[in-house]
């Protein structure tokens, strides 16, 4: 089972980028896939989670900015972030809440002007 993440990049200060994460996983649609983030010399933080019912949790740092959507067909987890702040700058990773699979390598996102 693989987690493969994409759409990173470097964007300016209120940008948008919308992220994607593909999981070969068979029961992906009963799960509850997260994006997470890790900014340089910090931890890694929950950033948003979705559930089977696509009832979405995020963050306090981007509720209102930030949108998780999934895909069961697809077996994909989209994140759009907008009205994005040089305090976005991280590494996002995708995975499972409660079910966690082996951390794929990411995607970088850099807002900076």
């Known amino acids: 089972v693989q987690l493969v993440e994409s759409g990173g990049g470097l964007v300016q200060p209120g940008g948008s980028l919308r992220l994607s994460c593909a999981a070969s996983?068979?029961?992906?649609?009963?799960?509850?896939p997260a994006w997470y983030r890790q900014a340089p010399g910090k931890q890694r933080e929950l950033v948003a989670s979705?559930?089977?019912?696509?009832?979405?949790n995020y963050a306090d740092s981007v509720k209102g900015r930030f949108t998780i959507s999934r895909d069961n067909a697809k077996k994909v987890v989209y994140l759009q972030m907008n009205s994005l702040k040089p305090e976005d700058t991280a590494v996002y990773y995708c995975?499972?809440?409660?079910?966690?699979?082996?951390w794929g390598q990411g995607t970088q996102v850099t807002v900076s002007s």
């Open positions: 995975n499972f809440a409660n079910s966690p699979l082996q």
């Open positions: 979705i559930r089977p019912g696509g009832g979405p």
């Open positions: 996983r068979r029961d992906f649609s009963i799960r509850t």
